[in-house]
């Protein structure tokens, strides 16, 4: 079994900085891609970053620019560092890491991120 946390969520003023942080335990052979999600109040989830391996990390045009998506593979997490945020980037952000050999997905239980204007 995977257990995968996110941590970091808060209140942050707009124009300010968050990282979200992603740990996943348990029993993983190798992750493939890490990605974060978000879905804000009364709207679908949508990615939001992700990445995989050594490849260019993928970003969501709403957060292009202003995000920056990381992982350290010896410690099985992935960060999101997000600056200039704005009241449009609240959420509940999740994170989905794949394992390589199953590639199965598993899910955080979630974090929230409030952007005050």
């Known amino acids: 079994q995977v257990q995968v946390v996110e941590s970091g969520g808060g209140l942050v003023q707009a124009g300010g900085s968050l990282t979200l942080s992603c740990e996943a335990t348990g029993n993983i052979f190798r992750l493939n891609a890490m990605g974060w999600y978000r879905q804000a109040p009364g709207k679908q989830r949508e990615l939001v970053a992700s990445?995989?391996?050594?490849?260019?990390?993928y970003y969501s045009s709403s957060v292009k620019g202003r995000v920056i998506i990381s992982r350290d593979n010896a410690k099985n997490t992935v960060y999101l560092q997000m600056n200039s945020m704005k009241p449009e980037d609240t959420g509940v952000y999740y994170c989905?890491?794949?394992?390589?050999?199953?590639?199965?997905?598993?899910w955080g239980q979630g974090t929230q991120v409030t952007v005050s204007s």
């Open positions: 990445i995989t391996g050594a490849t260019t990390p």
């Open positions: 989905k890491v794949q394992d390589l050999r199953s590639e199965y997905d598993y």
